[in-house]
């Protein structure tokens, strides 16, 4: 489109020539007539105290319109006359002014995007992007490390860094990126250095146990070591109940007012007595934990609860997109996939929910409903054969505060109680989760969105809402579950 701005601009000049053929051939043109002509111009009115001279003396018309003062060929498709009547002086060069400035920014950006047509490659145009356009650069650490040098020899220049989850970085990945470009004199010239995470959450991923003790952070050694720091003291993510699971890990955590304000986070969850709930869940079909191949821990009676939850909620009305099933393992993941992919997947009444993950891998993102399956898998995975016995890496709480703190509206914990009712590290998450009993409570004949407020014991609103949710059902297992789902699939159906 420039390139045709240029070509109209030599015709109406009388000018022959492919001069908008390409950025080179516009910026020659430019330089050998436009640039000259406009000295001219400047030249010839320098001392001129008439406006008529300065319109007669501007030069980008074609010369069939020489005699006609008040139209110009280039600029005839403005909206008004580029010179009117009645013009003073002043005012007639600082309309002159202003065409050529016009003309210069066209030349100006083709000048900018001729190295377009030099770079044939996409990588030489994205490098030259990089190192002469680009204000803002997003790469990960891992890219970082793995382009160093092809970056460090581009000549890059930046002079902040912003590190998001820096808290899941080891420290020599975060200084990775500080040393992206080479020094002035010696001199760094980075400026400023902003790390934006959460220390309470996962740490970095250590796959190797030798280098296990490097698992600390830059962001969590600066904390220790006093370093100021501003920590957010304000949700408005979770209901104030949901909240309440990993509020004790935070200094002073509050709501914001939009959690007693907004009708989403005073209205229950339908067809949910509780808006969150540890669902105790015992062997199913004589089993536990299996172990399928090796470190590819599953659940089936787990995976068939959580799948079961997914469905009532869509019988009921939910939207997929918004429900969310997160496990603590890979392989529980594997099989609640496979069990989606031959319950739901294809089935017209339910679909696939928005994600299946694991809680390392959610961490930054969130959902309205969550329904996690810790289940045997939470019987040790890393480092034991007889994982039945002990919780091993969930005795972290940090990754009880990542899982816990994914959910907006509705949390439904799956999993087996009497092995973590014994563990002291999660011992006040556990208090709470608990508190509602371990059998997973419905409210038959609501559909989505209900109606009926959420208690006051699951809200900070300043209205006091007594709990009335009528008829109870209180799912005693797996094929409890299993056989009410069914039965509400086929009333659907008919």
Known sequence: MLLAEVDRL???????GAHGNSCETAGYFNSVYIRPMWKTFESGIAESKNSEDIVKAFPFRTPRSFLNLTIDAFFSNAPQPVFPPDLDVARAKSIAEGCHNHLQKIFKELEDVRPFELLRTSRDRSNYLLTQEARIIALTSTYAAIKHREILDLGFKYDNVVMEEAAQITEIESFIPLTLQKGVEGDNPL??????????QNPPVIQNAALKQMEQSLFTRLVRLGVPA??????????????????????AL??????????????????????????NVEDFAGQGETQPNPHFVQNLGEAEYAVAIYQYMRLLGYPAEKISIMTTYAGQRALIRDVLDERCTNHPLFGPPATVTTVDKYQGDQNDCMSFWWGVANLDIILSLVRSKNIGYLRDIRRWVVALSRARLGLYVVGRRNLFESCAEIEQTWKKLIANGDQLELVPGETWPATRKVSSKFSNADDKVEEDVGEVMAIEGVEHIGKHVFAMIQKALE
């Open 10 to 16: 030599s015709a109406s000049l009388g000018v022959p």
């Open 191 to 200: 400026q400023r250095i902003v790390l934006i995470g959460d220390h309470y």
């Open 230 to 251: 501003v920590q957010l003291d304000a949700q408005g993510r979770a209901r104030a109940s949901i909240a309440d699971l990993y509020r004790w890990r935070y200094k």
């Open 254 to 279: 509050h709501d914001l007012p939009l959690v007693s304000e907004l009708d989403v986070y005073l209205t229950a969850n339908a067809g949910f007595r509780y808006p969150f709930q540890f669902i």
